[in-house]
């Protein structure tokens, strides 16, 4: 079973970044290294995980984090 998480993030300009992963530790470590520089929140690290949910079907993922 795969699961998909939905994860919020908030920038060192005090704004939040919202994004879709399967694998939130990974994408997690990704912005914090800055790993893609035309990422929302390279240039506004550091960062720091707020909020996450775990959800087992990709399309509820997506509409979740579209709502937010």
């Known amino acids: 079973m795969y699961f998909y998480y939905v994860y919020i993030i908030k920038c060192s300009d005090n704004s939040f970044y919202t994004g879709i992963?399967?694998?939130?530790?990974?994408r997690f470590q990704e912005?914090?290294?800055?790993?893609?520089?035309?990422c929302y929140t390279y240039k506004r690290r550091p960062l720091e995980l707020k909020f996450h949910e775990t959800f087992n079907d990709v399309l509820q993922a997506i509409y979740f984090e579209k709502k937010n």
Request: overall charge positive; hydrophobic content about 20%; aromatic content about 0%.
């Open 21 to 26: 992963t399967s694998n939130l530790d990974k």
């Open 31 to 38: 912005h914090i290294l800055g790993k893609h520089k035309d």
